[in-house]
Nanobody, 112 residues
Framework: QVQLVESGGGLVQPGGSLRLSCTAS????????MGWYRQVPGKERELVAK???????NYADSVKGRFTISRDNARRAVYLQMNNLKPEDTAVYYC??????WGQGTQVTVAS
């Protein structure tokens, strides 16, 4: 059974930072494409960043230069370092594995 468990969300002021973590189990991780998505009520889930097995990364234009995705295959984990957060980054963030499996989501709220 594939499980993705996210952590690291919370409330942060504009300009602040958060680091999201996602740990995978039940499936081969080292070869898996991993991604972070986010969703706000009333809108479709959108891609934030993704990372291939080889470490190649891709980002949404809205987060380029502020967010960094990384992975640790030994820990079966993927991370999203979010810096210079803006109110428009407020959303539920989801970890995704191989475009097929989803975590439960973690809320990120950017507000003063």
């Amino acid at each position: 059974q594939v499980q993705l468990v996210e952590s690291g969300g919370g409330l942060v002021q504009p300009g602040g930072s958060l680091r999201l973590s996602c740990t995978a189990s039940g499936i081969s991780f080292a070869t898996a494409l991993m991604g972070w998505y986010r969703q706000v009520p009333g809108k479709e889930r959108e891609l934030v960043a993704k990372i291939t097995a080889g470490g190649r990364t891709n980002y949404a234009d809205s987060v380029k230069g502020r967010f960094t995705i990384s992975r640790d295959n030994a820990r079966r984990a993927v991370y999203l370092q979010m810096n210079n957060l803006k109110p428009e980054d407020t959303a539920v963030y989801y970890c995704n594995l191989m475009s097929s499996y989803w975590g439960q989501g973690t809320q990120v709220t950017v507000a003063s």
